[in-house]
Each structure stands twice: as C-alpha cells, then as structure tokens.
C-alpha cells in the first residue's frame, strides 16, 4: 500500500494563521499510523497566494488534497477517512 | 583587502563603568574605517566621559580629514577638568586606514601599536609631535603601508601594566609580554578573526591578573587584512515571474556563503534548478517557523517573521534560540553581504485578519542593511529586482 503524505505549510501566513501549532503532527502522526503516514513540513505551499481573496490559511496538503483552516483534528480526520476508503 | 575590526575590553575591578572607550566608522564608498580608542583619565564615569568625548571628537575629526594637530588641541582644552588632579586628560590611539593599505595613526600617551607580519613584528618609522599647549603631551604620527594578512594590535595601558608588582610580573606583563601571547596565539590560530582575538588577548590579561582582579580598565583593539567574506540572501519573489530562472541560476552559481529567506523563494529556486527542499518540523523551535533543507545553500528560513525578528535581534545583541538567531549568526560571519530582494507582494501577507503585523519586506531589508551597516560596520549591497 502507498503511503499517505502529509504535507504542512510553514510559510509566512500559514504560520501565524495556527500552521505553529500543526508541528505536533511530527509527533502525533507517526506515534498514531506508524509507517502509513508521511509527514513533511513545506517551506510554502503556495496557496494564500492564490486564493487570496478568501484566506484559509493555515493549509495542509493530504495527497492531492488540500485542507483550509487545517487543524490537528481536521488533518487527522481526513487521514483516517482516506485509510478506510483505501 | 577587508579590514576586520573589532575591539574587547573589561571593566577594572569593583567599577560600574568602562574607563576606556572604542568608537569606529566604516565608509564603504571610500573603502575606508576609521577608529579611535581612549582611555580616560582614573576610571569609573569619569573616565567613561573623557575618554568617550575624545574618541567621539577624533572620529569626528579624522572623517573630515582635520588636521590632527590642531584637532587633538582642541580636544584637550574641551575636556572636563578632573577635580582631583587639576587636569584634563585622556590619552588616545587612532587609525585611519584605507583597503589599499594605506594607513595613518596617531598615539597620545596609550602603549605603542604591535604591528605584525608573517609572526615578526615590525618597528615603523613615526613623526613626534609637540603639543603647543599642553607640557608633556607628545603625538606619534605614522603613516604605514598594510599589506594583506597584516595585523594592527592596539592596547590600553591596563593590558601592558596588569599585575605589576608581583613576584612574576614586577613592571607588569609590559610590550614584550603581551606580544609573546599575541604571536603564541597566531602560530595556533594564524586566520583567528579580529573579534576572537581581542577577545581572546582581554580574557588572558584578566587571568594573568592576580585573582582575577583588573586594577585598570582594559581594552584590545585589533584590525586585520584579509580576504573579505562574501555572502548573499536572496528573499522575495522576484517582480517579474520570466526571471525566476535567470536569478535562480545566478544565486546557485555565487562564490560564498548562500541564503534563502522566504517559502515562496526557496521554492522558486527548487523549481528552477530541481533541487528537493523539505522543511524542518520541530517542537522547539520557538516563535517562528524552523529551518528547511536545500542542497548546496548553507541556511533557508522562514521570510518576514524570521527577517523581522533578525533585525530585532541585531539591535538588541541578545538573540533567543531560533531560525532567526541561526540568520543573525550567518549575517555577522560574513564581511560583505548582499541581498537579493525581491519586489513580488503576496496579498495574503496584507490581510488585516493576520493576528500580527507583518511589515514590507522592502523596509526590513533597508533596516536591517542599515543595522549592518552602522552597528556592526559591514559592507552591505541591496538590489531590488
């Protein structure tokens, strides 16, 4: 089985939009799926630049998709629903 | 050639104040530094003000290209008078010096100057000057030619007197002591910089002190001809996006020490060249994102949050553990820095919903320049692309 990647924004907006806090994915995630799951940080996404108009940073990518307003919970949320689909 | 200069000292013992004071200009344009150190007569805040109106004079002074003579006259009959001795007093060395090696100093009354080469030291020629109102008061002028790799040593009379009367030391470590340690330390360490050397030379004389104690304030001034250290922190998009390529290429293709300051930068330039990043996620790495990883560039950070704080940091000298102290350290190794400042602006960085101010890039890099620049006399070149 291919593992997920988890991707977390730590550029500038996401940061202080509460991407500090998604740092306890590092420690979070491989304690809860072991080698399932990949987490990575990313020096930027990208995306506050695009949809700019309606900020929703912080933003985790999940695969090829991407969570606004990211939380520890919203991120582990979308984990486990893309575990049991697979 | 770049003239690194820097300067330590340390207190007498028991006193709140330094008696000895160290001043110093830059001037990039002319490729020049000027400095002065003055040790102020007796010690504590009396000897802080003389010896600080001195060295600010004299910088002041030699900038404009005053004639000595005349400037140290009028120094001296600006001084306060000190109450106990019926004088006015502070004694000086000077430089003057050009990056072609070109040097003028003068001394007045402070140790003579250790000029070394190649582990020798040499015995320059000088000029003696008489003040015209001053009995006992004699300037030694000298113009010297530096070449690269040279060292310029210069002391206060608490480094050369330091525990005279003991057993070991009956006239105090003297000329000839403290040139021993200098030279023992440059057969160890021949590139040791300016700033660690004086820091160095002050440490010693303190522990050659019996119990430590200093019973004259202290201070090392030395300057040295090197190679400069050149670095460069790119930050910011570059305003037009057909670009990206060309200033990625030449950021990678740069001799010396590279940065990356900014997400959205970094990932510009992993695109161009195909270079992965990843970035560092940590617990501890305080207020502000960590670093991230790029082969063949030496630090990548955060943009504004980390630039802001660096600038903060190198105001206050006092940095915290984080990717922003990691920044200020990478700035202050290099002798000429230059950014790279790109004027792309990411709207969302403008949402006033962001719970901190978050300040144009274009300004903290101005400041932060000026800092470099002022503070800690680097060579600074800014382009806005």
């Known amino acids: 089985m291919e593992k997920?990647?988890?991707k977390v924004c730590l550029g500038t907006t996401c940061f202080?939009?509460?991407?500090?806090n998604l740092q306890e994915l590092v420690d979070i995630i491989p304690r809860k799926y072991g080698d399932k799951?990949?987490?990575?940080?990313?020096p930027c996404l990208g995306m506050c630049s695009i949809q700019w108009n309606y900020s929703k940073a912080p933003y985790v990518k999940i695969d090829d998709d991407i969570i606004e307003e990211a939380t520890v919970e919203k991120v582990?949320?979308?984990i486990d629903t893309k575990l049991g689909s697979k | 050639?770049?003239?690194d200069i820097a300067c330590s000292q340390k207190k007498k013992y028991n006193q709140n104040a330094y008696g000895d004071y160290f001043i110093s200009g830059r001037f990039p344009n002319m490729n020049r530094v000027v400095a002065v150190l003055s040790d102020g007569l007796g010690s504590g805040i009396k000897a802080n003000i003389l010896a600080c109106m001195t060295s600010t004079m004299l910088l002041k002074f030699m900038e404009n290209n005053s004639d000595i003579e005349k400037s140290c006259e009028i120094i001296m009959n600006s001084l306060p008078v000190c109450k106990v001795r019926g004088i006015s007093y502070s004694t000086f060395s000077a430089i003057d010096c050009y990056e072609n090696g070109k040097a003028k100093i003068v001394e007045e009354g402070n140790p003579d100057f250790i000029w070394i080469r190649n582990g020798e030291v040499l015995k320059p020629q000088f000029q003696t000057i008489q003040s015209k109102d001053f009995k006992n008061r004699k300037m030694k002028v000298y113009n010297i030619n530096l070449k690269k790799f040279d060292r310029i040593i210069f002391c206060s009379d608490g480094a050369t007197q330091v525990a005279m009367g003991t057993k070991e030391y009956p006239l105090g470590l003297e000329r000839d002591g403290f040139i021993k340690i200098i030279l023992n330390k440059l057969e160890q360490n021949p590139e040791i910089?300016?700033?660690?050397?004086?820091?160095y030379l002050v440490r010693q004389i303190q522990l050659i002190a019996p119990e430590r104690k200093l019973k004259d304030d202290t201070s090392v001034l030395s300057l040295y001809c090197r190679d400069p250290r050149e670095s460069l922190i790119f930050t910011g998009p570059p305003y037009h996006q057909e670009k990206d390529s060309y200033f990625a290429?030449?950021?990678m293709e740069f001799k010396g020490k590279k940065a990356i300051s900014g997400g959205t930068t970094a990932n510009i330039i992993s695109r161009e060249l195909n270079i992965p990043i990843i970035a560092e996620m940590s617990l501890n790495a305080g207020k502000l994102p960590g670093l991230s990883k790029m082969e063949g560039v030496d630090l990548v950070t955060e943009g504004i949050l980390t630039?802001?704080?660096t600038l903060e940091y190198l105001e206050s000298g006092k940095p915290e553990k984080d990717a922003a102290q990691t920044l200020m350290k990478f700035l202050l190794d290099s002798d000429i820095i230059n950014f790279i400042v790109g004027a792309q602006m990411n709207k969302a960085h403008y949402d006033p919903n962001l719970p901190i101010e978050i300040e144009i890039r274009k300004n903290i890099i101005k400041q932060i320049a000026k800092v470099l620049e002022e503070k800690y006399l680097k060579k600074v070149n800014v382009q806005f692309v």
Do not use: P, Y
């Open chain 2, 249 to 251: 290429k030449s950021f």
């Open chain 2, 1 to 3: 050639m770049f003239i």
């Open chain 2, 307 to 309: 630039l802001t704080k």
């Open chain 1, 16 to 20: 202080v939009m509460g991407g500090a």
């Open chain 2, 193 to 199: 910089s300016s700033n660690e050397l004086s820091d």
């Open chain 1, 76 to 78: 582990l949320e979308a």
């Open chain 1, 37 to 42: 799951v990949e987490v990575a940080g990313s």
């Open chain 1, 4 to 6: 997920i990647s988890v």
